[in-house]
């Protein structure tokens, strides 16, 4: 009776682990993603190189922590900064002349600039794999109940899950967020009323590689950071957005757990499966919804 | 005045060239060597030690053998099969090489292994590890280590040391599954017993539900491979997850505990136990000879993959010695047949049958030297043949 009892337990806490990876692992893909699916989702603009953003935010935090001494906590405002910096520029020097062009030449172009960034990197940096030096306190598990909780991964919850009520807030509540609401569903409308699209957008796409860079950096722990991190993760961004659905950041969101969690639980249960389950969530949702969870169908 | 001091300078150091140089450099004959090794992407540290430490050797033994200069020529394929079949054609039919070596992976060393046959050119691999490689040609000879050589050791070493349940990990590809299947051979026919077996995809992101399974099998210890690369993520995972306390210990081939990265992995690594040919530890004369060249020409320590680019030029260097400056490759392929020497990891010797490497395996744990981790060998096995292929 208690044997039994006690494997149970047992089985109950580790499931209970995997539940929390997965959830950490999923909010790292939002933050990660969710940059992509305002660019591509709100203004219909097919970025591929968002993962370059993200590389940045990570050698940053990297350059900072582990060359001059930055604390780690420090450095993650600046990974962001310095994100949507390179995002800014690049935006008005680059992406704006493209808005109006096929989405072929959007692809052409953003893959490029994947190609570039990797090489640029590759030169910059060296090829092999970077770690981010972390400070004591975020290494090894917390045991809550017998459950073991990574301290790092919990502070991804922790931020991730703030910076998601917050962009929920901002877009649903404030003035630019029915601004650039306005100028995502009809453009020509929204310049009518005096809302300088443009200029809306350029600000968009600046907070969502800021974003990107900020989960750059958070995911060089978990996901490791070397100058392929744009190509390995491309995909992971793009099944977060298809499956999400792009009309608001609650799809992608979801989409981003459900993905988490489908991945870590299935390399747990099924590892021989592991990496395919991710895909198999894919196909069966976009089978069952094919604009995703939250698509818009008449929109487009 | 300084132009003129100069002037005379530089008329002075061609005088006395010339006046040293015993025979012009255009009547010397030139053999060349391609160097075919992955300097870009993931593989790129294999393919930056292998180069470092040709060009060290060549620096300490001068770049003249056997009245031949000796050229090498640096190509990188980027770990791509493709490329390396395409740069050792272009090698040979262009650049007339007499030999061919590097080789960062398994699938590059058998995309050339058919060329090499064609063209009876040697084929020196210093990294590759799978068993198979050097039956592809008879004109292949390798100087790194098979997968076998350390995995069917650390088996026979973990039955006689009390682990008796081992889950393992190990990265799904060709070297991983070599390494998987000598070890459970070995470590099953010396009355272990395998609890958990979880392969993982080689373009890993995230080792934590791999982690947690293993965790939760409750072995004595874990058996892991990883390439190289992937060795430090892995080890920072294992320590986040807290399998360090509950007493599950790492062992497997060397690969996971690379001399390249196991400085920055922290000391969640150390009483890890591998079984491997090369730690930049190993004690001997020559060694700390060759450690402290290589760390005074390039700031780090060397790893396993500088040690086999090491050897694989000196036997170049060794064999043209024995053939009194023949190149062609049926005379270089005889001559180095046999061959025995001291090399930085220790003796080793190629296989006159097999034209494998022969070599002594050691046990290492990893601990704190002068403030520094490394892999300190405690044991040894002696002149260890690949048996992956003796069983045939």
Redesign the interface.
């Given at each position: 009776m208690t044997i039994v009892a006690q494997g149970l337990l047992a089985s109950m806490t580790s499931i209970l682990t995997i539940l929390f990876d997965g959830v950490a692992y999923g909010m790292l893909l939002f933050v990660l993603a969710c940059g992509l699916a305002v660019t591509l989702g709100l203004m219909n603009f097919v970025n591929l190189a968002h993962g370059a953003f993200a590389m940045a935010g990570g050698y940053i935090c990297a350059v900072l922590v582990n060359q001059h001494g930055w604390p780690f906590f420090a450095a993650l405002p600046l990974a962001f900064v310095g994100s949507s910096l390179i995002g800014a520029a690049l935006e008005r020097l680059l992406y704006r002349h493209l808005y109006t062009r096929s989405h072929l030449d959007q692809v052409l172009f953003s893959i490029g600039l994947v190609f570039m960034s990797v090489a640029a990197v590759d030169y910059i940096m060296g090829s092999s794999r970077v770690f981010i030096q972390l400070p004591s306190v975020l290494e090894g598990q917390l045991d809550v109940f017998g459950v073991g909780v990574g301290r790092y991964r919990l502070m991804i919850i922790v931020i991730c899950g703030l910076l998601t009520a917050l962009l929920q807030l901002v877009l649903a509540r404030t003035r630019f967020g029915s601004r650039l609401r306005a100028a995502v569903d009809d453009p020509r409308a929204a310049s009518g009323l005096g809302i300088n699209v443009p200029q809306v957008f350029a600000f968009t796409f600046a907070f969502g590689c800021g974003l990107a860079g900020l989960g750059g950096a958070l995911s060089a722990e978990i996901l490791g950071l070397d100058p392929y991190f744009p190509l390995k993760f491309m995909i992971y961004f793009l099944i977060v957005v298809t499956v999400g659905g792009s009309s608001s950041i609650t799809g992608p969101f979801l989409a981003s757990l459900l993905l988490g969690i489908g991945d870590v639980t299935g390399k747990y249960y099924v590892p021989k499966m592991g990496p395919f389950v991710i895909y198999t969530i894919m196909i069966v949702i976009l089978i069952w919804r094919p604009n995703g969870l939250f698509g818009r169908t008449a929109a487009r | 005045m300084f132009v003129r001091s100069h002037f005379l300078l530089a008329a002075g150091i061609v005088a006395a060239a010339s006046a040293l140089a015993p025979q012009p450099l255009a009547a010397q004959e030139v053999v060349k060597i391609g160097l075919i090794v992955p300097m870009?992407?993931?593989q790129?540290?294999t393919g930056k030690q292998i180069d470092n430490a040709v060009k060290l050797y060549m620096q300490q033994h001068g770049d003249t053998v056997a009245g031949k200069k000796i050229e090498v020529i640096l190509k990188d394929d980027a770990t791509l099969p493709d490329n390396t079949k395409r740069l050792a054609q272009e090698l040979i039919v262009n650049d007339k090489v007499s030999i061919i070596a590097g080789m960062g992976v398994t699938p590059s060393a058998l995309a050339v292994a058919p060329l090499a046959t064609q063209a009876k050119v040697p084929e020196i691999v210093m990294a590759a590890g799978t068993s198979i490689i050097t039956e592809r040609s008879p004109y292949i000879v390798r100087t790194s280590f098979t997968l076998a050589q350390s995995s069917t050791i650390i088996a026979d070493w973990a039955v006689k040391n009390g682990i008796k349940k081992v889950a393992t990990l190990t990265s799904d590809y060709a070297p991983g599954n070599d390494a998987l299947n000598f070890f459970k051979e070995h470590f099953i026919a010396g009355g272990g017993e395998i609890v958990e077996e979880?392969?993982?995809?080689l373009?890993n992101?995230?080792f934590?539900?791999?982690l947690?399974?293993m965790?939760?099998a409750k072995p004595d210890a874990m058996f892991v491979f990883v390439p190289a690369?992937?060795g430090?993520?892995f080890m920072?995972?294992y320590?986040?997850?807290?399998l360090d306390k509950a007493g599950i210990k790492v062992i497997g081939p060397g690969d996971v505990t690379d001399d390249d990265l196991l400085k920055?992995m922290g000391d969640a690594v150390l009483g890890t136990v591998t079984a491997h040919i090369y730690s930049a530890a190993h004690p001997s004369a020559a060694n700390k000879e060759f450690v402290a060249a290589y760390k005074k020409a390039y700031g780090q320590r060397p790893g396993f993959m500088a040690v086999g680019g090491y050897d694989g030029i000196n036997l170049v260097y060794e064999a043209l010695k024995k053939t009194g400056g023949k190149a062609d490759g049926d005379s270089l392929i005889a001559a180095m047949k046999g061959m025995k020497w001291e090399s930085p990891r220790g003796p080793i010797s190629i296989d006159p049958e097999t034209r494998d490497i022969v070599q002594d395996v050691y046990i290492r744990k990893v601990e704190k030297v002068d403030g520094e981790l490394y892999n300190v060998e405690f044991a040894k096995f002696d002149a260890v043949k690949d048996s992956g292929k003796t069983k045939k």
């Amino acid at each position: 009776m208690t044997i039994v009892a006690q494997g149970l337990l047992a089985s109950m806490t580790s499931i209970l682990t995997i539940l929390f990876d997965g959830v950490a692992y999923g909010m790292l893909l939002f933050v990660l993603a969710c940059g992509l699916a305002v660019t591509l989702g709100l203004m219909n603009f097919v970025n591929l190189a968002h993962g370059a953003f993200a590389m940045a935010g990570g050698y940053i935090c990297a350059v900072l922590v582990n060359q001059h001494g930055w604390p780690f906590f420090a450095a993650l405002p600046l990974a962001f900064v310095g994100s949507s910096l390179i995002g800014a520029a690049l935006e008005r020097l680059l992406y704006r002349h493209l808005y109006t062009r096929s989405h072929l030449d959007q692809v052409l172009f953003s893959i490029g600039l994947v190609f570039m960034s990797v090489a640029a990197v590759d030169y910059i940096m060296g090829s092999s794999r970077v770690f981010i030096q972390l400070p004591s306190v975020l290494e090894g598990q917390l045991d809550v109940f017998g459950v073991g909780v990574g301290r790092y991964r919990l502070m991804i919850i922790v931020i991730c899950g703030l910076l998601t009520a917050l962009l929920q807030l901002v877009l649903a509540r404030t003035r630019f967020g029915s601004r650039l609401r306005a100028a995502v569903d009809d453009p020509r409308a929204a310049s009518g009323l005096g809302i300088n699209v443009p200029q809306v957008f350029a600000f968009t796409f600046a907070f969502g590689c800021g974003l990107a860079g900020l989960g750059g950096a958070l995911s060089a722990e978990i996901l490791g950071l070397d100058p392929y991190f744009p190509l390995k993760f491309m995909i992971y961004f793009l099944i977060v957005v298809t499956v999400g659905g792009s009309s608001s950041i609650t799809g992608p969101f979801l989409a981003s757990l459900l993905l988490g969690i489908g991945d870590v639980t299935g390399k747990y249960y099924v590892p021989k499966m592991g990496p395919f389950v991710i895909y198999t969530i894919m196909i069966v949702i976009l089978i069952w919804r094919p604009n995703g969870l939250f698509g818009r169908t008449a929109a487009r | 005045m300084f132009v003129r001091s100069h002037f005379l300078l530089a008329a002075g150091i061609v005088a006395a060239a010339s006046a040293l140089a015993p025979q012009p450099l255009a009547a010397q004959e030139v053999v060349k060597i391609g160097l075919i090794v992955p300097m870009t992407g993931g593989q790129a540290s294999t393919g930056k030690q292998i180069d470092n430490a040709v060009k060290l050797y060549m620096q300490q033994h001068g770049d003249t053998v056997a009245g031949k200069k000796i050229e090498v020529i640096l190509k990188d394929d980027a770990t791509l099969p493709d490329n390396t079949k395409r740069l050792a054609q272009e090698l040979i039919v262009n650049d007339k090489v007499s030999i061919i070596a590097g080789m960062g992976v398994t699938p590059s060393a058998l995309a050339v292994a058919p060329l090499a046959t064609q063209a009876k050119v040697p084929e020196i691999v210093m990294a590759a590890g799978t068993s198979i490689i050097t039956e592809r040609s008879p004109y292949i000879v390798r100087t790194s280590f098979t997968l076998a050589q350390s995995s069917t050791i650390i088996a026979d070493w973990a039955v006689k040391n009390g682990i008796k349940k081992v889950a393992t990990l190990t990265s799904d590809y060709a070297p991983g599954n070599d390494a998987l299947n000598f070890f459970k051979e070995h470590f099953i026919a010396g009355g272990g017993e395998i609890v958990e077996e979880v392969k993982t995809p080689l373009a890993n992101p995230d080792f934590a539900p791999f982690l947690q399974r293993m965790k939760d099998a409750k072995p004595d210890a874990m058996f892991v491979f990883v390439p190289a690369g992937q060795g430090g993520n892995f080890m920072k995972q294992y320590a986040e997850r807290g399998l360090d306390k509950a007493g599950i210990k790492v062992i497997g081939p060397g690969d996971v505990t690379d001399d390249d990265l196991l400085k920055d992995m922290g000391d969640a690594v150390l009483g890890t136990v591998t079984a491997h040919i090369y730690s930049a530890a190993h004690p001997s004369a020559a060694n700390k000879e060759f450690v402290a060249a290589y760390k005074k020409a390039y700031g780090q320590r060397p790893g396993f993959m500088a040690v086999g680019g090491y050897d694989g030029i000196n036997l170049v260097y060794e064999a043209l010695k024995k053939t009194g400056g023949k190149a062609d490759g049926d005379s270089l392929i005889a001559a180095m047949k046999g061959m025995k020497w001291e090399s930085p990891r220790g003796p080793i010797s190629i296989d006159p049958e097999t034209r494998d490497i022969v070599q002594d395996v050691y046990i290492r744990k990893v601990e704190k030297v002068d403030g520094e981790l490394y892999n300190v060998e405690f044991a040894k096995f002696d002149a260890v043949k690949d048996s992956g292929k003796t069983k045939k």
